[in-house]
C-alpha cells in the first residue's frame, strides 16, 4: 500500500474530510487529494504536518508494518536513486526505521541535486539536524546560510524556516527529525 493511501485510510478512520486536514495543515484540498491519490509525493515538511495533524507519525504515514524494535538498514536499501522517494521540490530521500513504532527521531538519507531542488522554505514542528555526507550545499536557516561541506552538520529548531541549495552536482546528507 502507498504512502498516499495510508493517509487516506487513516484520515477516513478518523472520519476526518481532505478540506479539514488541509486546512489544519495550510495548504489546499487540491494538494492533499493529489497527495492521496499518489500523484504526487510531498517533501518531508509537508508530510510533518500531515501526520501531526492526523495526529500520527511520519512513519505511521511511510510504513504500516510496525511489529519491530532493532531496525538494521543494508546500504544496498538506499544507496541507489531507484529506491528513493523522489519528491515535489526536486530532491530524493530515504526513511529510516519507518517501521519502528514510538520513535522520539527519524532519520532520513536525502540526495539532492544541482539544478534539480526547487526554491521552497521549509517550516515544521520539532528539532532538525543535517550532517553532509557528500558534496557542498548553502543550508540557510533563518536568516543565516551556512556552506556545508562533508563532516559539517547543523542542528536547529525546525519552526525556523529553513532552505537548501546544492552547490556541487549532488549532495548527499543525513538528516534526524525530532519529534514534536
Given at each position: 500500500?502507498?504512502?498516499?493511501?495510508?493517509?487516506?485510510?487513516?484520515?477516513?478512520?478518523?472520519?476526518?474530510?481532505?478540506?479539514?486536514?488541509?486546512?489544519?495543515?495550510?495548504?489546499t484540498?487540491?494538494?492533499?487529494?493529489?497527495?492521496?491519490?499518489?500523484?504526487?509525493?510531498?517533501?518531508?515538511?509537508t508530510?510533518?504536518?500531515?501526520?501531526?495533524?492526523?495526529?500520527?507519525?511520519?512513519?505511521?504515514?511511510?510504513?504500516?508494518?510496525?511489529d519491530i524494535?532493532?531496525?538494521?538498514?543494508?546500504?544496498?536499501?538506499?544507496?541507489t536513486?531507484?529506491?528513493?522517494?523522489?519528491?515535489?521540490?526536486?530532491?530524493?530521500?530515504?526513511?529510516?526505521?519507518?517501521?519502528?513504532?514510538d520513535?522520539?527521531?527519524?532519520?532520513?538519507?536525502?540526495?539532492?541535486?544541482?539544478?534539480?531542488?526547487?526554491?521552497?522554505?521549509?517550516?515544521?514542528?520539532?528539532?532538525?539536524?543535517?550532517?553532509?555526507?557528500?558534496?557542498?550545499?548553502n543550508?540557510?536557516?533563518?536568516?543565516?546560510?551556512?556552506?556545508?561541506?562533508?563532516g559539517?552538520?547543523?542542528?536547529?529548531?525546525?519552526?525556523e524556516?529553513?532552505?537548501?541549495?546544492?552547490?556541487?552536482?549532488?549532495?548527499?546528507?543525513?538528516?534526524?527529525?525530532?519529534a514534536?
Open positions: 500500500m502507498g504512502l498516499g493511501k495510508r493517509i487516506r485510510i487513516i484520515r477516513k478512520q478518523q472520519n476526518r474530510t481532505l478540506d479539514d486536514i488541509a486546512s489544519q495543515c495550510g495548504f484540498k487540491s494538494l492533499l487529494s493529489k497527495i492521496e491519490n499518489e500523484v504526487t509525493t510531498p517533501p518531508i515538511s508530510l510533518m504536518k500531515i501526520a501531526e495533524s492526523l495526529g500520527v507519525t511520519v512513519s505511521d504515514l511511510l510504513e504500516e508494518n510496525k524494535e532493532t531496525v538494521m538498514t543494508r546500504a544496498s536499501r538506499y544507496s536513486h531507484d529506491q528513493l522517494i523522489k519528491t515535489e521540490k526536486g530532491y530524493s530521500f530515504y526513511a529510516f526505521a519507518a517501521g519502528r513504532p520513535k522520539r527521531m527519524q532519520p532520513y538519507y536525502f540526495v539532492a541535486k544541482k539544478g534539480e531542488v526547487k526554491s521552497h522554505v521549509f517550516s515544521h514542528a520539532g528539532e532538525e539536524f543535517i550532517y553532509v555526507l557528500e558534496g557542498t550545499m543550508y540557510k536557516v533563518g536568516d543565516v546560510e551556512y556552506t556545508l561541506q562533508p559539517d552538520s547543523v542542528y536547529f529548531s525546525s519552526l524556516e529553513h532552505t537548501l541549495t546544492p552547490i556541487s552536482e549532488e549532495v548527499r546528507y543525513l538528516g534526524v527529525f525530532s514534536p
